[in-house]
Protein backbone atom coordinates (compact mmCIF):
# COMPACT_ATOMS: atom_id res chain seq x y z
CA UNK A 1 0.00 0.00 0.00
CA UNK A 2 3.34 2.26 0.08
CA UNK A 3 2.29 3.54 -3.53
CA UNK A 4 -1.85 4.35 -2.73
CA UNK A 5 -0.27 6.22 0.70
CA UNK A 6 2.09 8.44 -1.48
CA UNK A 7 -0.77 9.48 -3.71
CA UNK A 8 -2.77 10.60 -1.09
CA UNK A 9 0.23 12.16 0.99
CA UNK A 10 0.78 14.75 -2.27
CA UNK A 11 0.21 18.27 -0.42
CA UNK A 12 -1.27 20.50 -3.77
CA UNK A 13 -3.94 18.95 -6.00
CA UNK A 14 -2.56 17.98 -9.48
CA UNK A 15 1.04 18.64 -7.52
CA UNK A 16 3.61 15.56 -7.03
CA UNK A 17 4.69 16.06 -3.13
CA UNK A 18 7.64 14.63 -1.65
CA UNK A 19 6.73 11.05 -0.40
CA UNK A 20 5.30 10.24 -4.16
CA UNK A 21 8.95 11.57 -5.30
CA UNK A 22 10.51 9.54 -3.19
CA UNK A 23 8.50 6.30 -4.06
CA UNK A 24 8.94 6.93 -7.42
CA UNK A 25 12.44 7.26 -7.15
CA UNK A 26 12.96 3.75 -5.13
CA UNK A 27 10.84 2.13 -7.82
CA UNK A 28 13.63 3.60 -10.58
CA UNK A 29 16.68 2.69 -8.12
CA UNK A 30 14.90 -1.10 -8.18
CA UNK A 31 14.17 -0.60 -12.20
CA UNK A 32 17.99 -0.43 -12.34
CA UNK A 33 18.81 -3.41 -10.38
CA UNK A 34 19.50 -5.43 -13.52
CA UNK A 35 21.22 -3.09 -15.75
CA UNK A 36 23.14 -2.49 -12.51
CA UNK A 37 23.98 -6.18 -12.10
CA UNK A 38 25.07 -6.63 -15.56
CA UNK A 39 27.41 -4.06 -15.11
CA UNK A 40 28.68 -5.30 -11.94
CA UNK A 41 29.65 -8.50 -13.28
CA UNK A 42 31.58 -7.35 -16.12
CA UNK A 43 33.83 -5.57 -13.23
CA UNK A 44 33.62 -8.29 -11.21
CA UNK A 45 34.69 -10.79 -14.19
CA UNK A 46 37.53 -8.20 -14.69
CA UNK A 47 38.62 -7.26 -18.71
CA UNK A 48 40.79 -9.87 -19.65
CA UNK A 49 38.16 -12.56 -18.24
CA UNK A 50 35.09 -11.20 -19.73
CA UNK A 51 37.04 -10.34 -23.34
CA UNK A 52 37.44 -14.20 -23.38
CA UNK A 53 34.25 -14.77 -22.27
CA UNK A 54 32.39 -12.33 -25.30
CA UNK A 55 34.97 -13.47 -27.99
CA UNK A 56 34.58 -16.90 -28.54
CA UNK A 57 33.11 -18.44 -31.40
CA UNK A 58 30.24 -20.18 -29.16
CA UNK A 59 28.98 -16.10 -28.64
CA UNK A 60 29.38 -15.65 -32.65
CA UNK A 61 27.20 -17.97 -33.13
CA UNK A 62 24.70 -17.16 -30.76
CA UNK A 63 24.75 -13.63 -32.01
CA UNK A 64 24.49 -15.03 -35.64
CA UNK A 65 21.46 -17.11 -34.86
CA UNK A 66 19.49 -14.50 -33.18
CA UNK A 67 20.37 -11.74 -35.84
CA UNK A 68 19.43 -14.00 -38.28
CA UNK A 69 15.96 -14.49 -36.38
CA UNK A 70 15.40 -10.31 -36.06
CA UNK A 71 16.03 -9.74 -39.50
CA UNK A 72 13.88 -12.57 -40.92
CA UNK A 73 11.12 -12.13 -38.72
CA UNK A 74 10.15 -8.52 -38.22
CA UNK A 75 10.32 -7.62 -41.86
CA UNK A 76 7.69 -10.64 -42.54
CA UNK A 77 5.77 -9.92 -39.06
CA UNK A 78 5.64 -6.36 -40.19
CA UNK A 79 4.58 -6.59 -43.53
CA UNK A 80 2.28 -9.37 -42.54
CA UNK A 81 0.10 -6.83 -40.00
CA UNK A 82 0.19 -4.05 -42.73
CA UNK A 83 -0.99 -5.55 -45.44
CA UNK A 84 -4.12 -8.03 -42.98
CA UNK A 85 -4.73 -3.97 -41.36
CA UNK A 86 -5.13 -2.79 -44.79
CA UNK A 87 -7.49 -5.71 -46.28
CA UNK A 88 -9.45 -5.34 -43.18
CA UNK A 89 -9.65 -1.84 -42.74
CA UNK A 90 -9.75 -0.54 -46.40
CA UNK A 91 -11.62 -3.13 -48.61
CA UNK A 92 -15.04 -4.93 -48.90
CA UNK A 93 -13.66 -7.88 -47.43
CA UNK A 94 -16.32 -10.16 -47.00
CA UNK A 95 -16.58 -10.92 -42.81
CA UNK A 96 -15.00 -7.49 -41.49
CA UNK A 97 -16.08 -7.09 -38.51
CA UNK A 98 -14.62 -10.33 -37.85
CA UNK A 99 -11.54 -10.49 -39.33
CA UNK A 100 -10.21 -7.62 -36.62
CA UNK A 101 -10.56 -9.91 -33.47
CA UNK A 102 -9.54 -12.89 -35.50
CA UNK A 103 -6.12 -11.71 -36.10
CA UNK A 104 -5.64 -10.07 -32.57
CA UNK A 105 -6.41 -13.26 -31.21
CA UNK A 106 -3.53 -15.03 -31.35
CA UNK A 107 -1.92 -12.95 -28.59
CA UNK A 108 -3.57 -15.24 -26.51
CA UNK A 109 -1.68 -18.08 -27.47
CA UNK A 110 1.78 -18.01 -25.52
CA UNK A 111 5.10 -18.83 -28.04
CA UNK A 112 5.98 -21.96 -26.25
CA UNK A 113 2.67 -23.46 -26.13
CA UNK A 114 2.54 -22.22 -30.63
CA UNK A 115 6.00 -24.34 -30.84
CA UNK A 116 4.07 -26.85 -28.75
CA UNK A 117 1.48 -27.09 -32.01
CA UNK A 118 4.21 -26.85 -34.56
CA UNK A 119 6.63 -29.98 -33.68
CA UNK A 120 3.40 -31.46 -33.18
CA UNK A 121 2.34 -32.02 -36.34
CA UNK A 122 5.49 -31.30 -38.06
CA UNK A 123 8.29 -33.82 -35.75
CA UNK A 124 11.35 -32.41 -37.37
CA UNK A 125 11.05 -28.82 -37.21
CA UNK A 126 14.02 -27.01 -35.59
CA UNK A 127 16.74 -24.65 -36.68
CA UNK A 128 15.92 -20.99 -38.51
CA UNK A 129 13.53 -21.75 -40.44
CA UNK A 130 10.70 -23.39 -37.84
CA UNK A 131 11.75 -20.08 -35.58
CA UNK A 132 10.68 -17.93 -37.88
CA UNK A 133 7.32 -19.70 -38.89
CA UNK A 134 6.64 -19.93 -35.78
CA UNK A 135 7.90 -16.38 -34.34
CA UNK A 136 5.40 -14.92 -37.38
CA UNK A 137 2.13 -16.78 -36.11
CA UNK A 138 2.85 -15.48 -32.71
CA UNK A 139 3.58 -12.13 -33.27
CA UNK A 140 2.53 -10.74 -36.52
CA UNK A 141 -0.46 -9.20 -34.27
CA UNK A 142 1.70 -6.80 -32.71
CA UNK A 143 2.11 -4.90 -36.25
CA UNK A 144 -1.51 -5.77 -37.20
CA UNK A 145 -3.03 -3.40 -33.97
CA UNK A 146 -0.95 -0.61 -34.39
CA UNK A 147 -1.52 -0.45 -38.18
CA UNK A 148 -4.63 -1.42 -38.43
CA UNK A 149 -5.65 1.49 -35.66
CA UNK A 150 -3.21 4.12 -37.51
CA UNK A 151 -5.30 3.11 -40.83
CA UNK A 152 -8.39 3.88 -39.31
CA UNK A 153 -7.25 7.42 -37.68
CA UNK A 154 -5.71 8.58 -41.30
CA UNK A 155 -7.61 11.66 -42.57
CA UNK A 156 -8.88 9.69 -45.97
CA UNK A 157 -9.22 13.70 -48.04
CA UNK A 158 -5.61 13.70 -47.92
CA UNK A 159 -5.21 10.22 -50.01
CA UNK A 160 -8.62 11.33 -52.09
CA UNK A 161 -6.27 14.51 -53.30
CA UNK A 162 -3.63 12.38 -54.12
CA UNK A 163 -5.65 10.71 -56.18
CA UNK A 164 -7.08 13.95 -57.79
CA UNK A 165 -3.82 14.78 -58.78
CA UNK A 166 -3.55 11.31 -60.69
CA UNK A 167 -1.70 9.13 -58.32
CA UNK A 168 -2.58 5.46 -58.68
CA UNK A 169 -3.48 3.46 -55.85
CA UNK A 170 0.51 1.84 -55.58
CA UNK A 171 1.84 5.49 -55.65
CA UNK A 172 -1.08 6.93 -52.52
CA UNK A 173 0.11 3.88 -50.60
CA UNK A 174 3.51 4.55 -50.73
CA UNK A 175 3.52 8.10 -50.81
CA UNK A 176 0.88 8.78 -48.94
CA UNK A 177 -0.17 5.71 -46.69
CA UNK A 178 2.75 4.31 -45.93
CA UNK A 179 4.91 6.93 -44.48
CA UNK A 180 1.96 7.72 -41.90
CA UNK A 181 2.15 4.04 -40.74
CA UNK A 182 5.97 4.87 -40.09
CA UNK A 183 5.08 5.11 -35.87
CA UNK A 184 2.99 2.17 -36.23
CA UNK A 185 5.69 0.15 -38.22
CA UNK A 186 8.42 0.96 -35.40
CA UNK A 187 6.99 0.36 -32.47
CA UNK A 188 5.47 -3.04 -33.74
CA UNK A 189 8.91 -4.13 -35.36
CA UNK A 190 10.22 -3.17 -31.80
CA UNK A 191 8.22 -4.90 -30.07
CA UNK A 192 8.57 -8.26 -32.30
CA UNK A 193 11.90 -7.85 -31.98
CA UNK A 194 12.56 -7.55 -28.04
CA UNK A 195 9.71 -10.67 -27.94
CA UNK A 196 12.29 -12.24 -30.07
CA UNK A 197 15.40 -11.56 -27.96
CA UNK A 198 13.45 -12.51 -24.69
CA UNK A 199 11.56 -15.64 -26.03
CA UNK A 200 13.36 -19.04 -24.67
CA UNK A 201 10.33 -22.00 -24.70
CA UNK A 202 9.49 -21.65 -27.99
CA UNK A 203 13.13 -21.73 -29.42
CA UNK A 204 14.01 -24.41 -26.84
CA UNK A 205 11.62 -26.87 -27.92
CA UNK A 206 12.92 -26.22 -31.61
CA UNK A 207 16.37 -26.50 -30.60
CA UNK A 208 17.52 -23.11 -32.30
CA UNK A 209 19.78 -21.45 -30.18
CA UNK A 210 19.53 -18.18 -28.98
CA UNK A 211 21.29 -15.90 -26.37
CA UNK A 212 18.25 -16.65 -24.27
CA UNK A 213 18.60 -20.05 -24.54
CA UNK A 214 22.02 -20.57 -23.88
CA UNK A 215 21.72 -18.11 -20.33
CA UNK A 216 19.28 -20.72 -19.45
CA UNK A 217 21.47 -23.51 -20.15
CA UNK A 218 24.56 -22.00 -18.69
CA UNK A 219 22.59 -21.36 -15.48
CA UNK A 220 21.53 -24.42 -14.95
CA UNK A 221 24.82 -26.35 -15.34
CA UNK A 222 27.24 -23.60 -14.02
CA UNK A 223 24.56 -21.52 -11.55
CA UNK A 224 24.47 -17.83 -12.78
CA UNK A 225 28.25 -17.79 -13.69
CA UNK A 226 31.00 -15.47 -15.49
CA UNK A 227 30.00 -16.97 -18.93
CA UNK A 228 26.23 -16.97 -17.74
CA UNK A 229 26.64 -13.47 -16.85
CA UNK A 230 28.31 -12.13 -20.26
CA UNK A 231 25.92 -14.01 -22.33
CA UNK A 232 23.24 -11.65 -20.84
CA UNK A 233 25.42 -8.68 -21.07
CA UNK A 234 25.41 -9.19 -24.78
CA UNK A 235 22.03 -9.61 -24.94
CA UNK A 236 21.60 -6.07 -22.55
CA UNK A 237 23.32 -4.89 -25.78
CA UNK A 238 21.22 -5.91 -27.94
CA UNK A 239 18.05 -4.66 -26.34
CA UNK A 240 19.11 -1.40 -26.12
CA UNK A 241 20.73 -1.23 -29.35
CA UNK A 242 17.18 -1.80 -30.57
CA UNK A 243 15.66 0.82 -28.56
CA UNK A 244 18.34 3.54 -30.10
CA UNK A 245 17.90 2.15 -33.60
CA UNK A 246 14.11 2.62 -33.37
CA UNK A 247 13.85 6.19 -31.70
CA UNK A 248 16.86 7.34 -34.07
CA UNK A 249 14.43 6.17 -37.17
CA UNK A 250 11.33 7.72 -35.06
CA UNK A 251 13.13 10.95 -35.48
CA UNK A 252 10.87 14.11 -34.32
CA UNK A 253 8.16 12.95 -37.47
CA UNK A 254 4.86 13.88 -36.77
CA UNK A 255 1.60 12.92 -38.66
CA UNK A 256 -1.52 14.79 -37.62
CA UNK A 257 -4.18 17.08 -39.47
CA UNK A 258 -4.19 20.10 -37.89
CA UNK A 259 -7.28 20.94 -37.42
CA UNK A 260 -10.51 18.45 -36.06
CA UNK A 261 -11.49 18.11 -39.51
CA UNK A 262 -14.67 15.72 -40.42
CA UNK A 263 -14.53 12.47 -38.67
CA UNK A 264 -15.02 10.13 -41.61
CA UNK A 265 -14.34 6.74 -42.94
CA UNK A 266 -12.42 6.32 -45.93
CA UNK A 267 -14.35 4.67 -48.93
CA UNK A 268 -13.45 1.36 -49.03
CA UNK A 269 -11.58 -0.26 -52.18
CA UNK A 270 -13.84 -3.43 -53.87
CA UNK A 271 -11.78 -6.50 -54.57
CA UNK A 272 -13.91 -7.60 -57.15
CA UNK A 273 -12.02 -10.60 -58.42
CA UNK A 274 -9.61 -10.53 -55.95
CA UNK A 275 -12.44 -11.65 -53.15
CA UNK A 276 -11.57 -15.10 -53.41
CA UNK A 277 -7.55 -15.11 -53.34
CA UNK A 278 -7.73 -12.55 -50.76
CA UNK A 279 -10.34 -14.78 -48.20
CA UNK A 280 -7.95 -18.06 -49.01
CA UNK A 281 -4.84 -15.56 -47.74
CA UNK A 282 -6.62 -14.45 -44.49
CA UNK A 283 -8.04 -17.97 -43.71
CA UNK A 284 -4.42 -19.24 -44.20
CA UNK A 285 -3.23 -16.99 -41.75
CA UNK A 286 -5.99 -17.93 -39.57
CA UNK A 287 -5.18 -21.70 -39.67
CA UNK A 288 -1.52 -21.09 -39.04
CA UNK A 289 -2.15 -18.81 -36.22
CA UNK A 290 -5.38 -20.02 -34.27
CA UNK A 291 -6.06 -23.56 -35.91
CA UNK A 292 -2.73 -25.11 -35.77
CA UNK A 293 -2.90 -24.72 -32.05
CA UNK A 294 -6.42 -25.46 -31.23
CA UNK A 295 -6.99 -28.16 -33.17
CA UNK A 296 -2.87 -29.48 -32.18
CA UNK A 297 -4.81 -29.30 -28.58
CA UNK A 298 -7.71 -31.02 -29.21
CA UNK A 299 -6.13 -33.52 -31.34
CA UNK A 300 -3.89 -34.56 -28.06
CA UNK A 301 -7.14 -33.78 -25.66
CA UNK A 302 -8.64 -36.19 -27.07
CA UNK A 303 -6.03 -38.87 -27.83
CA UNK A 304 -5.08 -38.29 -24.22
CA UNK A 305 -8.88 -38.83 -23.24
CA UNK A 306 -9.65 -38.50 -19.46
CA UNK A 307 -6.71 -39.48 -17.99
CA UNK A 308 -4.97 -36.11 -18.51
CA UNK A 309 -7.60 -34.08 -16.77
CA UNK A 310 -5.93 -34.69 -13.60
CA UNK A 311 -8.00 -31.86 -11.79
CA UNK A 312 -5.88 -32.47 -8.65
CA UNK A 313 -2.53 -31.31 -10.28
CA UNK A 314 -4.70 -29.17 -12.38
CA UNK A 315 -6.04 -27.14 -9.39
CA UNK A 316 -2.70 -26.71 -7.55
CA UNK A 317 -1.29 -25.48 -10.86
CA UNK A 318 -4.72 -22.91 -11.07
CA UNK A 319 -4.43 -21.91 -7.88
CA UNK A 320 -0.64 -20.89 -7.11
CA UNK A 321 -1.02 -19.24 -10.86
CA UNK A 322 -4.25 -17.36 -10.04
CA UNK A 323 -2.24 -16.71 -6.72
CA UNK A 324 1.29 -15.21 -8.08
CA UNK A 325 -0.80 -13.38 -10.62
CA UNK A 326 -3.04 -11.52 -8.30
CA UNK A 327 -0.59 -10.36 -6.13
CA UNK A 328 1.83 -9.14 -8.86
CA UNK A 329 -0.84 -7.53 -10.98
CA UNK A 330 -2.68 -5.70 -7.91
CA UNK A 331 1.31 -4.64 -6.50
CA UNK A 332 2.47 -3.60 -10.13
CA UNK A 333 -0.72 -1.93 -10.50
CA UNK A 334 -0.36 0.35 -7.06
CA UNK A 335 3.72 0.90 -8.50
CA UNK A 336 2.44 2.48 -11.18
CA UNK A 337 0.49 4.79 -9.07
CA UNK A 338 3.53 7.38 -8.61
CA UNK A 339 5.12 7.20 -11.33
CA UNK A 340 1.71 7.83 -13.41
CA UNK A 341 1.00 10.84 -10.86
CA UNK A 342 4.28 12.27 -12.21
CA UNK A 343 4.03 11.52 -15.52
CA UNK A 344 0.84 13.47 -15.58
CA UNK A 345 1.04 16.06 -13.26
CA UNK A 346 4.68 17.44 -14.05
CA UNK A 347 6.30 18.23 -17.63
CA UNK A 348 10.08 18.25 -15.82
CA UNK A 349 12.60 15.98 -17.06
CA UNK A 350 12.50 14.39 -14.13
CA UNK A 351 9.06 12.79 -14.90
CA UNK A 352 10.60 11.57 -18.37
CA UNK A 353 13.54 10.15 -16.72
CA UNK A 354 10.95 8.65 -13.90
CA UNK A 355 8.86 7.18 -16.66
CA UNK A 356 11.72 6.41 -19.19
CA UNK A 357 13.78 3.76 -16.82
CA UNK A 358 10.69 1.93 -16.44
CA UNK A 359 10.19 1.21 -20.21
CA UNK A 360 14.21 0.46 -20.58
CA UNK A 361 13.75 -2.26 -17.84
CA UNK A 362 10.77 -3.39 -19.31
CA UNK A 363 12.96 -4.23 -23.00
CA UNK A 364 15.70 -6.45 -21.12
CA UNK A 365 14.33 -9.95 -21.17
CA UNK A 366 13.43 -12.26 -18.04
CA UNK A 367 15.91 -13.89 -17.86
CA UNK A 368 17.87 -10.90 -17.66
CA UNK A 369 15.79 -9.76 -14.84
CA UNK A 370 15.41 -13.27 -13.18
CA UNK A 371 19.70 -13.70 -13.24
CA UNK A 372 19.95 -9.95 -11.44
CA UNK A 373 16.84 -10.90 -8.66
CA UNK A 374 18.97 -14.42 -7.94
CA UNK A 375 22.55 -12.04 -7.85
CA UNK A 376 21.03 -9.98 -5.43
CA UNK A 377 18.90 -12.27 -2.91
CA UNK A 378 21.67 -14.41 -2.97
CA UNK A 379 24.20 -12.08 -1.86
CA UNK A 380 22.61 -9.25 -0.03
CA UNK A 381 19.57 -10.95 1.23
CA UNK A 382 19.47 -14.80 1.33
CA UNK A 383 16.64 -15.59 2.98
CA UNK A 384 14.69 -14.40 0.00
CA UNK A 385 16.32 -16.27 -2.57
CA UNK A 386 13.51 -18.55 -3.93
CA UNK A 387 10.69 -16.87 -2.05
CA UNK A 388 6.82 -16.05 -4.02
CA UNK A 389 7.54 -12.11 -2.52
CA UNK A 390 10.97 -12.19 -4.66
CA UNK A 391 9.07 -13.67 -7.57
CA UNK A 392 6.57 -11.31 -7.32
CA UNK A 393 9.09 -8.45 -7.56
CA UNK A 394 10.61 -9.78 -10.49
CA UNK A 395 7.13 -9.44 -12.45
CA UNK A 396 6.79 -5.97 -11.10
CA UNK A 397 9.54 -4.96 -12.55
CA UNK A 398 9.01 -6.66 -15.45
CA UNK A 399 5.46 -5.67 -16.50
CA UNK A 400 5.42 -2.26 -15.00
CA UNK A 401 5.33 -0.72 -18.09
CA UNK A 402 2.03 -2.48 -19.05
CA UNK A 403 0.15 -0.94 -15.89
CA UNK A 404 1.83 2.49 -16.34
CA UNK A 405 0.19 3.07 -19.95
CA UNK A 406 -3.36 2.22 -18.79
CA UNK A 407 -3.32 4.07 -15.46
CA UNK A 408 -1.17 7.06 -17.00
CA UNK A 409 -4.42 7.09 -19.36
CA UNK A 410 -6.33 6.83 -16.95
CA UNK A 411 -5.45 10.12 -14.75
CA UNK A 412 -4.83 12.25 -17.75
CA UNK A 413 -8.51 12.17 -18.07
CA UNK A 414 -9.08 13.40 -14.35
CA UNK A 415 -10.22 17.02 -14.50
CA UNK A 416 -7.51 18.50 -11.76
CA UNK A 417 -10.80 21.05 -11.48
CA UNK A 418 -12.28 18.01 -9.75
CA UNK A 419 -9.78 17.81 -7.16
CA UNK A 420 -9.58 21.31 -6.22
CA UNK A 421 -13.40 21.65 -6.29
CA UNK A 422 -13.42 18.70 -3.80
CA UNK A 423 -10.40 20.03 -1.81
CA UNK A 424 -12.59 23.48 -1.43
CA UNK A 425 -15.40 21.68 0.02
CA UNK A 426 -13.20 20.54 2.64
CA UNK A 427 -12.22 17.10 1.55
CA UNK A 428 -9.17 15.69 2.75
CA UNK A 429 -6.62 14.87 0.63
CA UNK A 430 -7.56 11.37 1.29
CA UNK A 431 -10.86 11.78 0.72
CA UNK A 432 -10.60 13.41 -2.50
CA UNK A 433 -8.17 10.37 -3.58
CA UNK A 434 -11.13 8.22 -3.14
CA UNK A 435 -13.61 9.87 -3.76
CA UNK A 436 -12.27 11.72 -7.21
CA UNK A 437 -9.61 10.60 -8.67
CA UNK A 438 -9.50 7.10 -7.44
CA UNK A 439 -13.25 6.56 -8.75
CA UNK A 440 -12.52 7.76 -11.88
CA UNK A 441 -9.05 6.12 -12.89
CA UNK A 442 -10.57 2.43 -11.86
CA UNK A 443 -11.23 1.31 -15.10
CA UNK A 444 -7.82 2.07 -16.37
CA UNK A 445 -6.40 0.38 -13.16
CA UNK A 446 -8.51 -2.42 -13.77
CA UNK A 447 -7.44 -2.92 -16.96
CA UNK A 448 -4.23 -2.60 -16.17
CA UNK A 449 -4.29 -5.38 -13.48
CA UNK A 450 -5.82 -7.87 -16.10
CA UNK A 451 -3.79 -7.00 -18.46
CA UNK A 452 -0.18 -7.70 -15.82
CA UNK A 453 -2.06 -10.92 -14.27
CA UNK A 454 -2.48 -12.84 -17.90
CA UNK A 455 1.02 -11.99 -18.85
CA UNK A 456 2.18 -12.98 -15.42
CA UNK A 457 -0.41 -16.18 -15.72
CA UNK A 458 1.60 -17.45 -18.62
CA UNK A 459 5.27 -16.06 -18.14
CA UNK A 460 7.61 -18.86 -18.21
CA UNK A 461 11.34 -18.32 -18.44
CA UNK A 462 11.48 -15.79 -14.99
CA UNK A 463 9.41 -18.15 -13.18
CA UNK A 464 11.69 -21.94 -13.59
CA UNK A 465 14.67 -19.48 -12.36
CA UNK A 466 13.20 -17.98 -9.38
CA UNK A 467 9.74 -19.97 -8.20
CA UNK A 468 10.33 -21.70 -4.79
CA UNK A 469 10.67 -25.34 -4.82
CA UNK A 470 7.50 -27.09 -4.97
CA UNK A 471 5.81 -24.17 -7.25
CA UNK A 472 4.16 -25.39 -10.44
CA UNK A 473 2.13 -22.94 -12.30
CA UNK A 474 -0.02 -23.68 -15.64
CA UNK A 475 2.72 -22.73 -17.10
CA UNK A 476 5.56 -24.73 -15.47
CA UNK A 477 3.43 -27.87 -15.58
CA UNK A 478 3.05 -27.53 -19.66
CA UNK A 479 6.34 -27.26 -19.35
CA UNK A 480 7.47 -29.92 -17.77
CA UNK A 481 4.98 -32.57 -19.35
CA UNK A 482 5.86 -31.22 -22.52
CA UNK A 483 9.98 -31.70 -21.92
CA UNK A 484 8.79 -34.93 -21.37
CA UNK A 485 7.05 -35.56 -24.30
CA UNK A 486 4.00 -36.24 -22.68
CA UNK A 487 2.27 -33.92 -24.90
CA UNK A 488 -1.60 -35.16 -24.14
CA UNK A 489 -0.67 -34.73 -20.30
CA UNK A 490 0.37 -30.89 -21.00
CA UNK A 491 -2.57 -30.05 -23.56
CA UNK A 492 -5.06 -29.36 -20.57
CA UNK A 493 -2.52 -26.93 -19.38
CA UNK A 494 -2.07 -25.03 -22.84
CA UNK A 495 -5.69 -24.90 -23.23
CA UNK A 496 -6.54 -23.47 -19.76
CA UNK A 497 -3.95 -20.79 -20.59
CA UNK A 498 -5.05 -20.36 -23.74
CA UNK A 499 -8.72 -19.30 -22.39
CA UNK A 500 -7.61 -17.37 -19.54
CA UNK A 501 -5.45 -15.01 -22.00
CA UNK A 502 -8.46 -14.07 -24.33
CA UNK A 503 -10.93 -11.69 -22.09
CA UNK A 504 -7.74 -9.23 -21.96
CA UNK A 505 -6.81 -10.26 -25.61
CA UNK A 506 -10.38 -9.07 -26.62
CA UNK A 507 -9.38 -5.79 -24.32
CA UNK A 508 -6.81 -4.79 -26.08
CA UNK A 509 -8.59 -5.13 -29.25
CA UNK A 510 -11.07 -3.18 -28.24
CA UNK A 511 -8.78 -0.09 -26.51
CA UNK A 512 -7.34 -0.44 -30.03
CA UNK A 513 -10.69 0.68 -31.49
CA UNK A 514 -11.20 3.30 -29.55
CA UNK A 515 -7.84 5.20 -29.09
CA UNK A 516 -9.09 5.30 -33.15
CA UNK A 517 -11.99 7.09 -32.39
CA UNK A 518 -13.83 3.85 -33.32
Not at 111 to 118: E, G, I, K, L, Q
Not at 207 to 222: H, K, N, P, W
Request: aromatic letters at 8%.
Amino acid sequence: MVALRSIIAAPQVGKPGPVVTVAALLLVAATFVPLGYIVSTVFSTGPERAAELVFRPRVGELLRNTLQLVVCTVPICVALGIGLAWVVERTDVPGKSWWGPIFAAPLAVPAFVNSYAWISIFPTMHGLGAGVVISTMSYFPLAYLPAAATLRRLDPAVEESARALGSGPVAVFTRIVLPQLRLAILGGGLLIALHLLAEYGAFAMIRFDTFTTAIFEQYQSSFAGSAGSMLAGVLVLCCLALLGAEAGLRGRARYARLGSGAPRAAPRIGLGLGTIPVLAGLAAVTAGALGVPLWTIGRWLRIGGADVWDFTAIGNALGQTIGLAAAAALLTTLCAFPVAWIAVRSTSSFARLVEGANYITSSLPGIVIALAMVTVTIRWAPPLYQTASMVIAAYVLMFLPRALINVRAGLAQVPVGLEEASRALGKSGTSTFFLVTLRLTAPAAAAAAAMVFVAVATELTATLLLAPIGTRTLAMRFWALSGELDYAAAAPYALIMIVTAVPVTYLLFTHSRKAAGI
